[in-house]
């Protein structure tokens, strides 16, 4: 069996409203809450299971998109208003990457969280 990642726990100020917003921008699938989180289902295989923390350190996500679910997501991205950029050191630029042949872009969610969308996997030798 392959191993797969299950969940993780995404810290945020406030896990619902945190959940709605990722439901909204992926398209994914808010489940509901369940105890002290709220769970999102990303794929067949994972959930972000928000939960609330007063102090936490921002974490990165990198989310593999097709280019339909790209245009789609950057579009969101735009007409939000959300701050964008090439680069994880570089999250206002307003432009978009092309690495390994794709597109990529970074962003901030409403906890700080620095979120990247790509199409195309990255080469490591």
Same mark, same amino acid.
């Given at each position: 069996?392959?191993?797969?990642?299950?969940?993780?726990?995404?810290?945020?100020?406030?896990?619902?409203?945190?959940?709605?917003?990722?439901?909204?921008?992926?398209?994914?699938?808010?489940?509901?809450?369940?105890?002290?989180?709220?769970?999102?289902?990303?794929?067949?295989?994972?959930?972000?299971?928000?939960?609330?923390?007063?102090?936490?350190?921002?974490?990165? @996500?990198?989310?593999?998109?097709?280019?339909?679910?790209?245009?789609?997501?950057?579009?969101?991205?735009?007409?939000?208003?959300?701050?964008?950029?090439?680069?994880? @050191?570089?999250?206002?630029?307003?432009?978009?990457?092309?690495? @390994?042949?794709?597109?990529?872009? @970074?962003?901030?969610?409403?906890?700080?969280?620095?979120?990247?969308?790509?199409?195309?996997?990255?080469?490591?030798?």
């Amino acid at each position: 069996m392959e191993i797969t990642l299950n969940h993780t726990i995404v810290p945020a100020h406030d896990h619902v409203a945190s959940a709605r917003f990722y439901e909204n921008l992926f398209d994914f699938e808010f489940v509901k809450e369940w105890g002290h989180f709220a769970v999102v289902k990303v794929n067949s295989t994972l959930t972000l299971d928000f939960c609330n923390r007063e102090k936490f350190s921002s974490i990165h @996500y990198a989310f593999k998109v097709s280019d339909e679910q790209f245009d789609r997501i950057f579009g969101r991205i735009q007409n939000s208003g959300i701050v964008y950029g090439s680069e994880p @050191y570089d999250l206002e630029n307003g432009q978009i990457n092309h690495k @390994y042949g794709g597109r990529g872009v @970074y962003f901030k969610d409403p906890n700080g969280h620095v979120l990247e969308i790509i199409t195309a996997d990255y080469i490591i030798d």
